[in-house]
């Protein structure tokens, strides 16, 4: 007998001995009765304590729930908790399928204390399933291939496009191939859409075509809906990416066309004959057996209200499996970051408070893990394990109509300064996620389908809790905050590695801060901001923290505040990879980050940011783009290498840093400990701890993968870094992700203008520091030197492509502002030969040999000098330039064979004088050997 029983009794023996008292105590007696009575009914009105609603598989809905007579569906378990008072409900091990999502609303709430709780008996053994089984019976058909009919019974309209056998997930059959260790998409072909093989599929409707976005900041996929000739489709979709593109023209891939069923554990489901086709990895046994089919998109939904919320419900120990895919209904942006969503999940939460979640697993899922959106507060997810989801692992997503001037497209117009509610802090409504915790869970292989995903999405929420967080095998971010809508989240002793793993210009934590302070027009912010010191701050209650945690990020920064990330606390961190990135924010302090393989990567400032940089401790020199301001605070650093804090105060910083080459106790084992440094002490550095990263819940922890140490101290990136100072303005070729992240560029291609002079030529014709200029006339131009040849040779204005504001655009520019002395042209005196089949002058060995050209300049002009040449000599030869004011004496660069042509801008400038058409005479100087092969030059007006 349980304690309650023994209660019960107890209770009815006092009863019997109290109306059993004589008379002369019969006041004391109804006291002591009406106290036992009050018991007795507080008893009665408690469940026992070992009471349980038994759910299984097996069972029966009409079935009382007990031990020996459990129900069967979860659904029925839940309402008979609430008739009887129970708040426990145990499943048994098992797989529980169900006709729709189990549905939970305030009715089902538990109470503070005693949550209603669904607990699997064993562990990870009860499955929540989000699929129906299928009873099939496999037939050989050809090529290892096998094949059953599906019953008529199972709507394939509804879901079906997740397939599930013996517990694995085989894929659709797609091309190219699956390759887990392919860069993109797992395996990626310009041929997968090609029409040659467009004209090998007989009916390739409900067929999918997914590209990565040109950039590669997510991806974004299409249905195949026909064909409209032999070698094209129809197709819908490409609305995924709220930052917009065309297909990729090499990074894509599609799937479920039968024609591509040729790879192991590969299926096809036609849905005109019912026939499902498998190539398993081995065969199949004979005989009747299951497979199961994705049907639902959530398998629990908890909804309620702000007003009337579901409340107090736990998930313990449960599996939740099976889910559809929903890639095709991703189409709400959230706000400007370059994010859209789809709200859904296998677990759904809205208009709940105090959900926990615990010690579960999400598997097996074709959309979103777990998704809380609207209002909802004082959620756990703790203790869980989330692996081979197709979209993001746990989102704390609010409604953007709770933010003040909502905005949706990333780089739109802005809203005017006086129409900015500038009074209205923080949220407009309650409808966001707020006080919520995510601890100590496990999550990889997310992203699957879906690649603008995170391990944790937090967007239009408040004071979400990340600790303990192991992330890692994802597509993007392992954690994005979408914009500074409403802030306090606190990131801490989470680790972070291993993303951005099919996506690019983005980090292991990435936010933007696209709120309503923010546009592109830096001095009108600049302005505003002067104007309304709070403005970056009124779209957040609190300051947003990262802390204590380990990062790693190979293809981009690993911690990346991106567009307009503002009030942030970066403190205590240990970063593996691609270092700290700050751009176009406001109050960030980052602060004692030990940064063991980078540097600081501080892009596009604002004039006042009052961002506070101090006593951090990095690895590589800082890696600046384009910065107008230098906060509040930028000092007292360490550098591990001197040639790194000697560009740092070059640049105007870190007056008070210092240079110490620390050695580190083991970084193979990831052990950054080092012995006490006067310098470092001296510089305000507190060492911290660096065990607690990651996952502590031993079970998962033993599964946990920690990051590989960096090889060795990283440079910052190797990379062409000269300078073109011409038409008044500087260019330089893109060559660093940096120069990519600032501009919003799809690759490193083109010239770029680092900045000009206002009035000067270049700003006259309309050109704007940050443009990168893509092609000239339609024809691509992938550095500085391709674009001025290409403006040369078109001798008349021209056409060319743009980047700016992080699009592209159509410009006019003038003809080219200088002249071009080619080889053809040249008038030859005394030996040299041109090859017109090569197009350029060689056998130059006679020393009083010459070229000469008598072109049109402008008088009392600066020009500056672009040869283009190919010379073996390692001692190089000296040559002159003869015929302006002054001559100029240039020295030839070895470029390794007399047919490989470098253009080399000359340090030296040429000035005209008042003669419109000089004779221009290039001769050897001091010469051995043959002088060079010569191509041309271009002198272009440097503007001043």
Known sequence: MN?????????????????????SHRKTTTHKMKILRLSLSTLLACPLANAAIHVAPDGSDGADGSKNAPVASIQRAMDLSVQQKDPLILLADGVYFSSAPLSLTAEHSGKEGRARTIKAMTPGKAIISAGQNVEVQWTSYRDGIYQTKIPKDLDLTVGCDGLFIDQQSPRMARFPNYDRSARWLKGSSAKAYSPKRIQSWSDPRGGFLHAMHRAHWGGSHWKITGKKSATECTLEGGWMNNRGDTIHPNDRFVENIFEELDDANEWFLNHKTRTLYFKPSKPLPKGKSAVIFSRHESCVRIEGSEQKAAKHIRFEGVSFRH??????????????????????????????????????????????????????????????????????????????????????????????????????????????????????NLIHDIGLVEKQVAGLQISVAHKITARHLSIYDVPRAGINVGENAFGGHLIEFCDVFDTVQESSDHGSFNSWGRDRYWHTNYRLVDKQV??????????????????????????????????????????????????????????????????????????????????????????????????????????????????????AKAYGVDAHGVYAPLQFTDPQSLDYRFKPNAAVTQAGFRPFDLSQFGVQKPNLKSMARTPEPPAERASNEKSDMREYPVLGARFKNVTTLGEVSATGLPDQHGALIIDLKKGGMADNMGLEARDVIRSVNDTPVASCIEFFH??????????????????????????????????????????????????????????????????????????????????????????????????LHGKTIATGDWEVFQSILLPDSLQSGTNANPTLTLSPDKTKGALMNFRKILLIESGK
Not at 4 to 23: C, E, M, N, W, Y
Not at 854 to 872: C, E, F, G, H, M
């Open 790 to 887: 290409a403006w040369a040779e078109a001798s008349q204005p021209i056409k060319v492509s743009l980047w700016r504001t992080q699009k592209e655009q159509e410009h006019t520019l003038p003809a080219f502002p200088g002249v071009s002395l080619t080889a053809a042209d040249a008038h030859i005196q005394g030996g040299p030969v041109y090859d017109q089949t090569k197009n350029y002058i060689g056998r130059w060995s006679n020393p009083k040999a010459s070229l000469q050209w008598k072109p049109t300049v402008k008088s009392d002009t600066t020009y500056r000098v672009l040869i283009t040449q190919a010379a073996t000599n390692k001692q190089p030869n000296q040559w002159i330039l003869k015929g302006m004011r002054k001559p």
């Open 530 to 647: 002067a104007e309304f010191p709070d403005l970056p701050k009124i779209d957040m209650l609190d300051r947003n923290v990262i802390r204590n945690s380990r990062w790693r990020c190979d293809h981009g920064w690993d911690i990346d505040l991106d567009d307009g990330s503002s009030w942030y606390l970066i403190e205590n961190n240990l970063c593996l990879g691609g270092g700290i990135k700050l751009r176009e924010g406001y109050h960030r302090e980052v602060r004692n980050n030990l940064v063991v393989a980078n540097g600081f990567h501080p892009h596009v400032w604002f004039k006042q940011s009052e961002d506070v940089i101090e006593h951090n401790i990095w690895a590589a020199a800082i890696a600046d783009v384009r910065l107008t301001g230098k906060g509040k605070t930028w000092d007292h650093n360490i550098y591990l290498r001197q040639a790194d804090l000697k560009k």
């Open 323 to 440: 889910t559809s895919r929903t890639f095709m209904k991703t189409k709400e942006p959230l706000l400007r970051s370059d994010w859209k969503i789809y709200r859904q999940g296998a677990v759904f939460l809205t208009g709940a408070e105090h959900i926990h979640i615990a010690n579960a697993e999400f598997t097996q899922l074709g959309g979103n893990a777990y998704f809380a959106s609207g209002y909802n507060r004082h959620h756990k997810v703790t203790g869980s394990h989330f692996h081979h989801v197709g979209a993001g692992a746990i989102n704390f997503v609010g409604d953007t109509k709770a933010v003040h001037n909502p905005m949706y497209v990333p780089y739109g117009k802005p809203i005017t300064f006086d129409q900015i509610n500038k009074k209205d802090r923080g949220p407009k409504t309650n409808d966001y996620p707020a006080n919520c915790l995510a601890e100590d």
């Open 3 to 23: 304690e309650k029983i023994f209660a019960l009794v107890r209770i009815l023996g006092l009863i019997h001995k109290v109306t059993q008292s004589p008379d």
